[in-house]
């Protein structure tokens, strides 16, 4: 970590708080909660989480356009139509969105709809990406790379930072071991180290680090509990109809349940779980 000079604290107690929206944080004492589809397959779908999921309550929803998937005859994303549903979510419910950015081409569009642009895991050292997404002015959520190690991880978060952005936040997903019976393996020695030694703000996504939905709920109330800033979870209103990484997704229903048994972890770690950011429609009140 020696060369690293912007993500590492300067101080034991340094930490970075980043605004999503105006009213969402992450990094201080709220945490986030973020909630969502792997990916946005049509806008019935994601009113469907969002107003089931103002409720539990989130703060923010994600869902992919633009999916790095293992077979170019997979399903990639709706792309531009989805980010124009993830708009029109934002717009209606007041949730900031977060959709994941694969090239330095989708830049300018995804940071016209959404708030905060995504790394994947597959371009942690896509390092041409990471210094473009240093000129934006939007939070950049940095997934962990599928094999790298704790240096690599902070040393791409310093790409970002050094050319100009600091609104960086480590994600923590899960990274390749030997055994196959989980589709990673959360390192949560991680999320406690990355906390000790950079001042970013760190989530943990175990979605795609379980790989399977009974196992998602306990590792995010450990995550919570290991000092994470934050969770991002898969989620879905008819999870095994999701058109990717359906075997990870929780119902809304269980989404629900999992944000309302973080309370009492987030309290005992000192932390606190605010009010939703969404909200019903106006529509549903007049
Ligand atoms: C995702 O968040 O849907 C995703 C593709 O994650 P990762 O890059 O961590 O595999
Ligand atoms: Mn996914």
Redesign the pocket.
């Known amino acids: 970590m020696q060369k690293a000079k912007l993500a590492l604290k300067t101080d034991t107690q340094s930490h970075t708080v980043i605004h999503l929206s105006d009213t969402v944080t992450v990094g201080g004492k709220d945490l986030l909660i973020v909630g969502g589809p792997?990916a946005v397959e049509d806008r019935a779908q994601m009113e469907a989480v969002a107003s089931q999921l103002a409720i539990a309550p989130i703060q923010a929803i994600r869902g992919?356009v633009y999916k790095p998937r293992t077979s170019p005859y997979d399903f990639q994303g709706l792309g531009l139509e989805g980010l124009q549903i993830l708009a029109a979510v934002r717009q209606r419910y007041g949730f900031p969105v977060i959709t994941e950015v694969m090239a330095i081409a989708q830049i300018e569009e995804i940071a016209a709809h959404a708030d905060v642009l995504q790394v994947g895991s597959r371009n942690m050292q896509n390092f041409d990406l990471l210094k473009a997404l240093g000129g934006v002015n939007k939070p950049v959520v940095l997934k962990r790379g599928l094999a790298a190690t704790l240096e690599e991880f902070v040393m791409a978060a310093e790409y970002i930072l050094s050319h100009g952005n600091p609104h960086v936040i480590l994600c923590e997903r899960g990274i390749r071991s030997f055994d196959t019976y989980t589709r990673n393996v959360l390192d949560l020695g991680a999320v406690v180290a990355l906390k000790q030694i950079t001042h970013l703000p760190v989530i943990v996504d175990p979605?795609?680090a379980a790989g399977k939905r009974e196992l998602v709920a306990d590792l995010a109330r450990a995550a919570i509990a290991a000092g994470a800033d934050g969770i991002m979870v898969?989620c879905h209103p008819v999870p095994e109809k999701s058109v990717?990484?359906a075997r990870q997704a929780l119902s809304l229903d269980e989404m629900v349940e999992l944000v309302r048994s973080l309370k009492a972890i987030a309290a005992a770690v000192g932390r606190t779980l605010p009010e939703g950011a969404g909200s019903l429609p106006r529509l549903l009140f007049v």
């Open positions: 792997c992919g979605s795609h898969e990717s990484d």
